[in-house]
């Protein structure tokens, strides 16, 4: 029987050391990057705003005078040849923010069970089927499970994604923002016709025989003028939540790219002799 090879306890040293290093250091937490993940729910209100503002046409339709109404068609078609593109941009983001979650599952990494069962290191036994070559690829084949282990091949893999993951999400989110920036502006330019035109409408039923118009109009002032107002309001909502979910995944970026240069700077010193 033969003593464990000295170059195959310093890997073993090694590997083990990284780990406790990993351990140590800054991590990113799962459930905050779980949390962001879950806040891909603004982008279905974004959908919902986009799909209203593609739809403004149908809604403006009956208001518009002869030339307005030349003038909104050529808009309705310059909308909905863009929508196909804009629901990409977000359909892009949503299944950015789907995978991401998945990564950061609790147990998405767990092989621990497979790194307890491979038990201690094993020796050379001359004669006995099992020489320095077998020694060597069992230590090399348990460090390749050891990379995977858990929170250490989770995290390495969260830091990257987040890591690069960040410019083009913000680029995007950025996107969507101006997207709705110009949903609020053409709904309160769409407010402007409708509730214009039906001032003016109101103000000129005074007839007796107009009475019953005049109530109905006023009755459709009052539901347009909610309609608007609760519009308005879901787009400054929508615009919030899409900026706290870009504040959000620049902070776990950032703390993911600190950890990664944490845990180089560890495993460079476990390497000094």
């Not at 621990?112 to 491979?118: C, D, I, M, S, T």
């Not at 309001?233 to 703390?255: G, I, K």
Request: with cysteine; charged share 20%; net charge neutral.
């Amino acid at each position: 029987m033969s003593a464990l090879p000295a170059r195959h306890r310093r890997a073993l040293c090694l590997c083990l050391a990284v780990l406790l290093c990993a351990c140590a250091s800054p991590r990113t937490d799962l459930a905050q990057v779980r949390a962001l993940a879950a806040g891909g729910t603004a982008l279905n209100a974004f959908s919902e705003l986009s799909q209203r503002h593609v739809d403004s046409y149908q809604r403006t339709r009956p208001y518009l005078s002869p030339a307005e109404d030349a003038r909104e068609r050529a808009l309705d078609a310059q909308r909905r040849a863009a929508q196909a593109d804009v629901a990409r941009v977000a359909q892009a983001v949503r299944l950015y923010l789907q995978a991401l979650g998945r990564l950061a599952q609790a147990e998405a990494y767990d092989v621990q069970p497979e790194l307890a069962g491979a038990g201690a290191a094993i020796r050379a036994w001359p004669g006995s089927g099992i020489d320095d070559r077998h020694v060597s690829a069992y230590t090399v084949l348990l460090q390749q499970l050891a990379r995977l282990a858990g929170a250490a091949s989770q995290q390495a893999q969260l830091a990257q994604v987040l890591h690069d993951g960040d410019a083009p999400l913000q680029t995007l989110l950025a996107a969507l923002d101006s997207l709705l920036a110009l949903y609020d502006k053409s709904g309160d330019n769409e407010r402007d016709v409708v509730l214009g035109l039906l001032e003016v409408e109101i103000a000129y039923a005074d007839t007796p025989q107009q009475r019953l118009l005049a109530v109905l109009a006023k009755s459709m002032q009052q539901s347009k003028s909610e309609e608007y107002r609760l519009a308005g309001l879901r787009h400054t909502l929508t615009r919030q939540h899409l900026a706290d979910l870009a504040r959000e995944h620049a902070r776990l970026a950032a703390a993911a790219t600190e950890a990664r240069w944490t845990d180089h700077q560890a495993a460079n010193a476990a390497k000094r002799p």
